[in-house]
């Protein structure tokens, strides 16, 4: 029996998600990327992909990819035998939106549509259709009123004693088909929820001096099915008494769930909206909270009403989860109001956000607003439609795009608000399968505005095989009589290979083998292609073509230049860039021209650099340009200039003799000025004679390559000297220097002289002090002489005075 080739529902979930990340990856073909070997491969690589199950496709020198896309398959010579199925959708029920509720009859009131409809999905291939939801006018109401009973809840119950009177006054007013029913709860009758002693069994407010009378605690309590009939409402309410509990937390979530669920008992019909009014002044008891009496069996989410309509689980089960009252909410098309008082208002808001369909609203410590706290509510929930999803299959994904009423579209939003009674409403649902579950499995969902009856059913069946595997072909002759043929591939029996099977295995099949290695250890056709029996057969690549004996050899493995394969200069041949004439190099990026690298003077690179691969590369320190012709820093660049300064502006000098000043200035742009600015860092200045005189300019390179030359209108001459001038200055020299040569020699002599006075002084003192000492003609010949001496200094001192 031949084996069919099938994908287990996690291999064609990975092999998707392989899909979607080749998809991104620009300028490759996804498809034969993908390497599918079998038309379901295909299918799930992208849902563009198609396959060829034509017998005879592509060529015997390459393998084509059967799996690719159509205009690919096409072209290849795949017309006609082609598997590329597409998502379908079918409407198969399609009632027209009605515009009124209660003047219909019930049955044939319709809020949705379509009603039904079934999806052929393909993995990948994303569908859509449209979903129109309309809040009709005059539509019936049942309202459940459950009421704590609670003792801090007393002043609420006197006033509510005729509330079903007034409550239906207002709802005729917005419906003329309203019932009204009555329930009312306190908390479980165990420790410590509520007191257990003997002496409080009958009356648990014993020792309450504010409230000495009341009954005995209980759960849940259904008092008054639904009903047209408002004064049975009123009359209930008036019997009812309060009770008392031990802690604050009440069991409302019980009365709750058992008012949703005991729907034959309630009496909720179902082409009515169902409002479930919850009034309360405490917080409520959750999940696990039961454990504290004892309780461990979780909630069961079944009707527990016995013949007395009174909660006959409330001692055995714990409280309802907030996911559990959801649910069966949910499931029932209730619209739960919580009417709370303003201190356990942020507790009953979050609560909304896990509970679809509920709103809150605050009530006053002693009710006297319910009935305008319900109409609000009421309107508040016919003014907003928001879609949910039941059932919603795992490999199918979903997205909304809301249309509201102002026409606008908001992606990503299943909820339009501020809607008036009779607004119709769209919903745009993409539907996609990630992946392809087990064969011949089918799955339903529901889509359903919270707290409608109305619903859309969703059939959904998966595209995930091909039309021509029902065409098998067992021990086919296309196949040597050795293999399964099907979507034009061979599926070889056990022991034979080939592409027609027609090679066996063993040890001739080795040999096979051998024959398409290269060399002993490498892979079988240099893993480019298959080993048909002894002979290599190439895979098509997009890339480019594969070829050898072996497949070694490719066109498209060689080295690029700017992602361009042999820079658009050369051949590649198996991995080796073949340059073309004028181009060298491993990327054929090099040209071996050099007419880039002539500069205006017939220079190459002006002198300045090296002509590499056809273009300049200065060596000169601070030369640039194309052919290295700026150079600011360079010492012959003020010569270079003056020359197109002398032939643009007098028509003078080397370039004007030999015609070429346009072609060598072209790139100057001169500017003659009176005063020449030289404090600009980035200009160099330049200065040559002239007859005498001296030209000045200044010249800086603009980014564009240009130059900009700043030139003196007229040349800078100097003026003959004065011989006056140069006489008196002469003078005026030779006086100074007189004058501080005869001021030197005055200083000179003073200190000279002082010098001598002193010497004068001292000598003339010492003699008068021997003259004291004796008379001897010795002495007296002495000072005669000393007499002398100084008579001589004094003298001429006195005429230096």
């Not at 290269?518 to 002979?535: D, F, L, W």
């Not at 491993?586 to 002539?598: L, M, Q």
């Amino acid at each position: 029996m031949p084996r069919r080739r099938g994908l287990s529902s996690p291999s064609a979930a990975c092999l998707f998600i392989l899909s979607s990340l080749l998809h991104h990856l620009r300028g490759l073909n996804i498809c034969t990327s993908g390497s599918a070997t079998s038309c379901e491969e295909c299918l799930l690589i992208h849902p563009k992909c198609a396959w060829c199950s034509k017998e005879e496709f592509g060529s015997t020198k390459f393998i084509t990819s059967r799996c690719d896309f159509v205009e690919n398959l096409i072209t290849n010579g795949c017309a006609g035998e082609l598997e590329t199925p597409k998502s379908s959708i079918n409407i198969v029920e399609n009632l027209p939106l009605s515009s009124k509720g209660s003047s219909l009859t019930l049955s044939d009131v319709t809020q949705i549509m379509p009603q039904k409809i079934s999806l052929n999905l393909r993995p990948g291939d994303k569908t859509s259709f449209r979903v129109q939801v309309r809040q009709v006018e005059d539509y019936p109401v049942d309202l459940y009123y459950l009421m704590d009973l609670s003792l801090s809840m007393k002043d609420d119950l006197d006033n509510i004693r005729n509330l079903g009177t007034k409550l239906a006054e207002e709802m005729r007013k917005l419906t003329s088909n309203f019932r009204l029913g009555f329930g009312s709860f306190v908390d479980k009758n165990i420790s410590p929820f509520s007191y257990t002693a003997p002496r409080y069994q009958n009356n648990p407010c014993i020792g309450y001096k504010l409230f000495p009378h009341c009954v005995p605690s209980f759960g849940f309590r259904h008092l008054l099915s639904l009903t047209d009939k408002v004064d049975r409402f009123n009359e209930e309410v008036q019997k009812q008494k309060v009770s008392r509990n031990r802690d604050a937390p009440e069991g409302g979530f019980d009365a709750i769930l058992q008012a949703a669920v005991c729907k034959e008992k309630i009496g909720w019909r179902k082409e009515a909206s169902h409002l479930l009014v919850f009034t309360t002044d405490d917080v409520p008891h959750i999940a696990l909270d039961g454990k504290l009496g004892g309780l461990v069996q979780p909630h069961d989410g079944q009707c527990h009403l016995n013949e007395a309509n009174e909660y006959s689980a409330s001692n055995q089960l714990d409280y309802p989860s907030l996911a559990l009252l959801g649910e069966k909410l949910a499931e029932n098309n209730i619209h739960l109001i919580f009417a709370v008082t303003k201190a356990h208002y942020i507790l009953y808001k979050n609560f909304t956000a896990l509970i679809p369909g509920t709103t809150v609203e605050i009530l006053h410590q002693d009710s006297n607003n319910i009935i305008q706290l319900i109409v609000k509510a009421y309107n508040s929930i016919r003014s907003k439609v928001e879609l949910t999803v039941w059932d919603n299959p795992e490999d199918v994904s979903l997205t909304f795009t809301a249309t509201c009423q102002d026409g606008l579209l908001y992606p990503g939003l299943r909820k339009c608000e501020e809607l008036q009674i009779g607004d119709t409403v769209s919903f745009e649902v993409s539907v996609e399968a990630r992946s392809c579950p087990a064969e011949n499995t089918s799955h339903s969902f529901t889509i359903k505005p919270a707290g409608f009856r109305d619903t859309l059913e969703v059939e959904v069946a998966y595209s995930c095989t091909c039309g021509c595997m029902k065409q098998m072909e067992w021990n086919s002759s296309k196949c040597s009589g050795n293999g399964t043929y099907t979507c034009g591939l061979c599926e070889c029996d056990s022991g034979y290979l080939g592409s027609k099977c027609e090679c066996e295995e063993g040890e001739s099949g080795n040999m096979y083998q051998n024959m398409c290695r290269e060399a002993e250890g490498k892979p079988v056709c240099s893993g480019r292609g298959e080993c048909s029996c002894n002979q290599c057969i190439c895979y098509k690549s997009e890339f480019g073509r594969i070829y050898g004996l072996f497949c070694e050899c490719n066109d498209f493995s060689c080295a690029r230049y700017k992602g361009v394969l042999c820079s658009g200069h050369g051949d590649c041949h198996c991995g080796e860039c073949k340059c073309h004439a004028g181009f060298i190099g491993d990327n054929c990026n090099c040209s071996t021209e050099t007419n880039r690298c002539i500069s205006n003077d017939s220079q190459m690179c002006s002198g300045r650099g090296n002509c590499v691969c056809g273009k300049c590369q200065c060596t000169e320190p601070g030369a640039f340009g194309e052919t290295c012709e700026k150079c600011p820093t360079c010492p012959g660049a003020c010569s270079t200039k003056r020359d197109c300064i002398e032939c643009m502006l007098h028509n003078s000098g080397g370039l004007a003799d030999n015609q070429t000043c346009p072609k060598h200035c072209k790139d100057e742009i001169i500017t003659r000025v009176d005063v020449l600015k030289t404090d600009d860092q980035h200009s160099v200045l330049c200065v040559y004679p002239v007859n005498d005189c001296v030209m000045k300019f200044t010249y800086s390179e603009l980014p564009s390559g240009k130059s900009n030359l700043t030139v003196l209108k007229k040349p800078e001459c100097g003026s003959a000297p004065n011989a006056l001038t140069i006489l008196l200055a002469v003078v005026g020299i030779i006086l100074l220097i007189g004058i501080v040569l005869l001021v030197v020699w005055k200083l000179l002599v003073t200190i000279h002289d002082r010098r001598e006075f002193a010497r004068f002084q001292s000598e003339r003192s010492r003699a008068r002090y021997e003259m004291v000492l004796g008379n001897s003609p010795r002495i007296r010949r002495q000072d005669t002489e000393l007499d002398g001496t100084l008579v001589q200094s004094a003298t001429r001192f006195a005429m230096r005075t």
